[in-house]
């Protein structure tokens, strides 16, 4: 994870009477959300949108949830978008905790289905383990 800059220490660079650097300068900007460059974008019509291409047969985490930003390898879980497993089918979306096993995968199409504890429900809804 890249180094964090709180807003306090920007604002320490840009006050009156001071020149900041080139260094400080691309601190400013790299703190900033691009929507070119991070696929994050938001309208009061349709709120949050994230783009996710999903070019390649390979998992694509979408949002990670972190106890601290500081420090931390893994989030303690995360959103991510599953390629289609079969061909056209559109893509799963899968709950997943730190391990990255998916505790709840959600799959549209065709081939509608739910799966707790599993990415490839063989039905509209598939449990996986034991309950308690």
Avoid: C
């Avoid at 070019?55 to 949002?63: A, D, W």
């Avoid at 199409?109 to 308690?132: F, H, W």
């Amino acid at each position: 994870m890249e180094d964090l800059t709180s807003r306090l220490q920007l604002k320490e660079y840009f006050k009156a009477n001071l020149i900041p650097t080139e260094e400080q300068f691309h601190a400013l900007i790299d703190s900033q959300t691009s929507m070119a460059d991070d696929g994050l974008y938001t309208d009061a019509e349709s709120a949050l949108q994230i783009e996710v291409p999903i070019g390649s047969n390979e998992t694509r985490n979408v949002l990670s949830i972190f106890e601290s930003l500081k420090g931390s390898d893994s989030p303690h879980w995360s959103l991510a978008v599953e390629p289609g497993k079969l061909s056209g089918e559109s893509p799963g979306l899968s709950f997943n905790d730190a391990a990255t096993n998916s505790r709840l995968y959600l799959r549209q199409g065709g081939n509608d289905g739910l799966g707790i504890g599993t990415t490839d429900p063989a039905g509209r809804l598939q449990v996986r383990g034991q309950s308690a």
